[in-house]
């Protein structure tokens, strides 16, 4: 027949779907709409997983944990304008978190945007992505995809992990081509995240800088997490001896419970250490910047650092051993340098650390037991506390202000890239999109620990679990309000700007998409419903009753919110 003479065809559509496949990315998360719901569509079709949102920024920050947890990019798709703007917010939220991301977005044709004609939807969405992201590129021409893509995925994850956004105008998916051309247009990338091994000069000035430590203190980030060389820093710790202190997300990599976690003791960590090794951790604000009263005397810290990337060196501070290269590389280097004599710490500062430790964790259980109805933080805390005790490969997403400052000390894990929360910025609304990419990721229970506020940002996505029966089970500390429940309107006209409607009931919400909702006021209910919904696997949204007065104003960060001296006038 003359159809069988006929050159086989391929197009924009099927090309991006092979250009990803051939690269190990089996999954998207997006919003369908113009002019990308066909690509949804088809992509499911050839066997993608394709997990659709009810809102973009959602989707993206799925999309931005999947590539945290599994080290490949997180593939975000959206359409234009809007859909891209919303999703944008989590690319640049990836992007400062180092997590390695690509946003697709389909957008209006060139001709149009560039005359600034007023297409469907038009906005120059490559200029506008470009200053918040790693890395943005376009791709005109169908034999250009597999290009396009191959350096999306070499920009996500090579160096410092990161944002990509790639334009895709609609004219694209329909064009066609040869379907052989096609097949030979796509690139699989060879080594997307190559080693950078540190050099011997370097790794020799931080050793000896290492030695001279009265009171040495490592510092473990969330790069160390995303690293995954989870052995080597384990053997670093426990050869060396050298306490350690993890930040938010590097819990677990070794468990908090760890003999030589100095969690417990951080303030005194910090402050009375003398030579600091920090592995994939910056020197941002929530490490006060490396200075001030947090890090005790000026001039009595050495900072030694192990980071991907250079600049990243002096940024606050003077990091006195810079070592840079990827984590695995680095920290073996100074492992196989460390050799056979290697001198522990002295014991009076392990004792001193072990005494404060002790202290507080003492002190902190107290608070721990309390059962009263309505509940406190730290009660409530208490009974999920033993939860992930119990179930240490479940998954924790945290967000709020109390909720995350309190649940951040109180919870221990047990295993590396289990714990997952605001990050670098402290921004609310990735608790659902980080909940189902941890389940559909990882196949894990995930306990999702969310203030009333912060749930707010992402709640309408209870939908989008029910949908795909994920075993997503998400706590929902309601104290009535953005830090606590008690503002009043000093004119009396509205509620306080802090408050919510009062005693609502947010269990309903996932009883409307046919999950189970459950309301408790006691710490003993709490953790029956969160066994209860762990054991069945069920969507489940547990409504915690959390006293309005409980908690302060910005949980432990209340020195960044000014507060006007004058309002009293
Ligand atoms: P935390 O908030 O936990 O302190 P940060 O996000 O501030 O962690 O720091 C993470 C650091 O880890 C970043 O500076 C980033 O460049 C670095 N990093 C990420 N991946 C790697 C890697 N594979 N090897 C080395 N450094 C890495
Ligand atoms: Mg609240």
Redesign the pocket.
């Known amino acids: 027949s003359p159809a069988a003479s006929e050159p086989e065809l391929t197009d924009g559509f099927n090309l991006v779907i092979d250009a990803l496949k051939l690269n190990g990315i089996e999954t998207i998360y997006g919003v369908p709409g113009i002019p990308i719901t066909d690509l949804g569509r088809l992509a499911q079709g050839r066997g993608m997983r394709v997990v659709s949102f009810r809102h973009e920024q959602n989707a993206g920050n799925a999309a931005a944990i999947a590539g945290y947890l599994t080290k490949k990019p997180g593939v975000c798709l959206t359409v234009s304008a809007p859909g891209f703007l919303n999703g944008l917010t989590a690319l640049a939220n990836a992007t400062t978190?180092?997590f390695p991301m690509i946003l697709i977005s389909g957008s209006s044709e060139r001709e149009i945007v560039d005359l600034q004609q007023g297409d469907y939807e038009e906005m120059d969405q490559l200029a506008v992505a470009k200053p918040l992201c790693k890395a943005a590129f376009r791709v005109l021409h169908a034999c250009d995809i597999g290009i396009g893509v191959a350096r999306a995925i070499r920009a996500a994850c090579s160096g410092?992990?990161g944002g990509v956004y790639l334009d895709l105008p609609a004219k694209l998916f329909s064009q066609v081509m040869d379907a052989a051309a096609g097949e030979k247009s796509l690139v699989k990338v060879i080594d997307p995240a190559p080693a950078q091994r540190p050099g011997e000069d370097a790794v020799r000035r931080a050793l000896d800088v290492l030695k001279t430590a009265e009171r040495p203190l490592i510092v473990l980030?969330?790069?160390a997490a995303?690293?995954q060389a989870d052995e080597a820093v384990r053997a670093l710790v426990e050869q060396s001896g050298i306490p350690y202190v993890p930040?938010?997300?590097?819990k677990g990599l070794l468990p908090d419970t760890h003999p030589l976690s100095a969690g417990a003791a951080r303030s005194t960590a910090l402050k009375d250490s003398d030579v600091v090794l920090l592995v994939?951790?910056?020197l941002?604000w929530?490490?006060s910047h490396g200075k001030g009263k947090t890090w005790g005397a000026p001039g009595s810290k050495k900072f030694i650092q192990?980071?991907?990337?250079p600049k990243?060196m002096d940024s606050n501070v003077e990091i006195v051993a810079p070592v840079v290269?990827?984590?695995?590389s680095?920290v073996q280097a100074l492992l196989d340098g460390m050799g056979k004599d290697w001198q522990q710490p002295p014991a009076a500062w392990l004792d001193t650390l072990k005494a404060k430790k002790e202290a507080n964790v003492a002190k902190m259980e107290q608070k721990l037991r309390r059962n009263a109805a309505p509940m406190d933080f730290h009660g409530a805390l208490g009974a999920l506390k033993t939860v992930i005790k119990e179930r240490p490969d479940a998954i924790l997403v945290n967000e709020g202000a109390n909720t995350l400052d309190l649940a951040r000390g109180v919870i221990d894990m047990y295993q590396p890239r289990k714990r997952l929360d605001v990050?670098?910025w402290g921004v609310m609304g990735i608790g659902m999109g980080f909940a189902i990419a941890a389940a559909v990721e990882t196949g894990k229970p995930v306990l999702a620990v969310e203030g009333d506020s912060a749930f707010g940002f992402s709640g309408m996505e209870v939908e989008t679990i029910c949908r795909y029966d994920l075993p997503v089970c998400i706590v929902v500390f309601n104290n009535n309000g953005i830090y606590r429940g008690t503002d009043t309107d000093p004119t009396g006209r509205d509620p306080g700007t802090t408050v919510f409607v009062k005693d609502s009931r947010y269990d309903r919400m996932m009883e409307a998409f046919g999950g189970v909702g459950v309301n408790v006021t006691t710490p003993d209910e709490l953790k029956r419903a969160v066994d209860e919904a762990m054991d069945s696997g069920r969507p489940t949204l547990i409504n915690a009753v959390i006293d309005p007065q409980a908690g302060s104003e910005s949980g432990n960060i209340g020195s960044l919110n000014p507060q006007s001296q004058l309002k009293k006038k």
């Not at 930040?247 to 590097?250: I, K, L, Q, R």
């Not at 192990?306 to 990337?309: A, F, G, N």
Request: charge should be negative; hydrophobic fraction near 30%.
């Open positions: 978190n180092c410092r992990p980030g969330k790069g995303y690293a930040m938010s997300m590097a994939g951790a910056r941002n929530l490490l192990i980071d991907i990337e990243e290269g990827d984590i695995g680095c990050g670098t």
